[in-house]
């Protein structure tokens, strides 16, 4: 079981808006900046989000993140078929002294 | 272009051992964090151990006392020696540079380790 909470599984149409949440705890969202990575099938992952809202170059602006007290969230506006894929939610955890992952989210795009 | 190149995974023993590399190249090495991130067939991502520029050292609580995460900055290399393996040890590594903001940025193609009799 994750430290990071994450729903298994999301889905939306295209053009549609989706969020993806990540829950934790004092220790580390509540404390640390958190980051989403994106996973498309059979590739590694690349970062999509950092220090909670900041996209890296090159991530579409159709990406946002969001942080409040112990929670973050995704979210996906213009849904496309691309975006089909895995997501984790991911932050430095000062209790246990490591990197912590959400257990991931599956995006359907319908 | 930055690159990341794991290698050195494999099939083996419950309680044997295996050692990973990483070959870093288009980026100044020794001023980087690195880490090492697993996943099992099907399943999430689980950091596993990283290393700062100055040689401090990380490790997930399941693998403390058997991994040992090490770098050698003139060959740009990256390490995972992983003594004691377990079936839960099967995953593929990917190795990732610890980027400042940026977070894990970017990672190699993983390598897959099999731990199995």
């Known amino acids: 079981q994750s430290v990071l909470t994450q729903p298994p599984s999301a889905s939306g149409t295209p053009g549609q808006r989706v969020t993806i949440s990540c829950s934790g705890s004092?220790?580390?969202?509540?404390?640390?900046?958190v980051f989403w990575y994106q996973q498309l099938p059979g590739t590694a992952p690349k970062v999509l989000m950092y220090?909670?809202?900041q996209r890296p170059s090159g991530v579409p602006d159709r990406f946002s993140g969001s942080k409040s007290g112990t929670s973050a969230s995704l979210a996906i506006s213009g849904l496309r078929s691309e975006d089909e894929a895995d997501y984790y939610c991911?932050?430095?955890?000062?209790?246990?002294?490591?990197?912590?992952f959400g257990g991931g989210t599956k995006l359907t795009v319908l | 272009e930055v690159q990341l190149v794991e290698s050195g995974g494999g099939l083996v023993q419950p309680g044997g051992s295996l050692r990973l590399s990483c070959a870093a190249s288009?980026?100044?090495?020794?001023?980087?964090?690195m880490h090492w991130v697993r996943q099992a067939t099907g399943k999430g991502l689980e950091w596993v151990s990283g290393?700062?520029?100055?040689?401090?050292?990380y490790y997930l609580g399941s693998v403390k006392g058997r991994f040992t995460i090490s770098r050698e900055n003139a060959k740009n290399s990256l390490f995972l020696q992983m003594n004691s393996l377990r079936v839960g040890d099967t995953a593929v590594y990917f190795c990732?540079?610890?980027?400042?903001?940026?977070?894990?940025?970017?990672w190699g193609q993983g390598t897959l380790v099999t731990v199995s009799s």
């Open positions: 991911a932050a430095w955890d000062d209790s246990l002294s490591g990197w912590m």
């Open positions: 220090n909670n809202n």
């Open positions: 990732a540079r610890g980027d400042s903001p940026t977070g894990f940025d970017p």
């Open positions: 004092s220790s580390n969202i509540g404390s640390k900046f």
């Open positions: 288009g980026f100044t090495f020794s001023t980087y964090d």
């Open positions: 290393i700062g520029s100055g040689g401090d050292t």
